[in-house]
């Protein structure tokens, strides 16, 4: 399954941004579907994970109560709405892939490019 990620950009602190994420290839509903983030200096943290069905979602302690995954298996797309947004949520985010519901990044196989969100305070 081929990933790609967008909707990244330049938002001031407490805004909001919807981050979307277009599967192709083999059906993107047979797959674990993971956002993660990375920011400079740091390593890759998992935000949120939903499951094939979307009734099973992680969220990271981090984001609880501002972010929400969400998935449209019909369109083989996911999104993470990202509200009241804070500086230290500045990162490249990625949407990733895996036939298993973990929220671990090394057990992930499949990757999209990433797109930057970048909170001015």
């Known amino acids: 399954v081929q990933l790609q990620a967008s909707g990244g950009g330049l938002v001031q602190a407490g805004g909001s941004l919807r981050l979307s994420c277009a599967a192709s290839?083999?059906?993107?509903?047979?797959?674990?579907m993971g956002w993660f983030r990375q920011a400079p200096g740091k390593e890759r943290e998992v935000v949120g994970v939903?499951?094939?069905?979307?009734?099973?979602?992680y969220y990271a302690r981090s984001v609880k109560g501002r972010f929400t995954i969400s998935r449209d298996n019909a369109k083989n797309m996911v999104y993470l709405q990202m509200t009241s947004l804070k500086p230290e949520d500045t990162a490249v985010y990625y949407c990733?892939?895996?036939?298993?519901?973990?929220?671990?990044?090394?057990?992930?196989?499949?990757w999209g490019q990433g797109t930057l969100v970048t909170v001015s305070s």
């Open positions: 290839g083999r059906t993107s509903s047979t797959y674990v």
């Open positions: 939903i499951s094939q069905s979307g009734a099973g979602i």
């Open positions: 990733a892939a895996d036939p298993r519901f973990t929220v671990s990044k090394d057990e992930y196989d499949y």
